[in-house]
């Protein structure tokens, strides 16, 4: 896995072109910055807006480097990412930051938005997943998020009541999708741990 945001290999675009009967109604579609959310999102037809508050972690110095290079060269800052949410000791954005980025989009949707189908990285829909579990943030990187998994987000509460909705994960029946890009140019998944 590199820190970047690599495009995606051949099997990686193989694979998303079998997404596409799989994706449900849908009204708006976002996509975020990367290139691999770019190909995802135009192998499966999508016309999708950019969005940029979808796109992955600030790795700050790590950028470009492999996470294996990483923890190699300086464990104690790697492990510290891993375990602290508020760290970042690449000085990029921690793991809250990233949560907080997404909880803040999220809430700026309007309340009347219908179906919607986001193409992001592995780590907003582990920022999704904290969100609608109501999951502490130290959750963050025991989900499990492997390319081209599509997750499923619904209001509990749409509009009963003034405020932000709270939100649940779903398997069917969803409002929302949130899908991960496919393989990176490597082959590896784009993820980070597993």
Not at 3 to 22: I, P, Q, W, Y
Not at 25 to 49: D, E, I, M, W
Request: hydrophobic share 40%; net charge negative.
């Amino acid at each position: 896995m590199v820190f970047d945001d690599g495009a995606l290999s051949k099997s990686g675009l193989g694979e998303a072109g079998t997404t596409v009967t799989a994706l449900p109604r849908y009204s708006a579609a976002f996509r975020g910055p990367s290139a691999r959310c770019a190909q995802t999102a135009q192998v499966l037809g999508l016309k999708a807006a950019l969005e940029p508050a979808l796109r992955d972690f600030d790795y700050g110095e790590w950028r470009g480097r492999t996470a294996a290079e990483v923890a190699a060269t300086d464990p104690y800052r790697f492990s510290a990412w891993l375990t602290d949410p508020d760290a970042t000791p690449h000085g990029g954005e921690s793991v809250r930051q990233l949560c907080q980025r997404f909880t803040n989009w999220l809430s700026s949707l309007p309340s009347q938005t219908d179906h919607i189908l986001a193409v992001t990285e592995p780590a907003v829909i582990r920022a999704a997943l904290v969100h609608a579990l109501s999951a502490p943030v130290r959750a963050f990187w025991h989900l499990e998020v492997p390319p081209l998994v599509m997750v499923s987000l619904a209001p509990r509460c749409r509009s009963l009541e003034p405020g932000p909705s709270t939100w649940e994960s779903a398997v069917s029946n969803a409002q929302d999708l949130w899908i991960s890009p496919g393989r990176d140019a490597e082959g590896a998944p784009s993820r980070m741990i597993s």
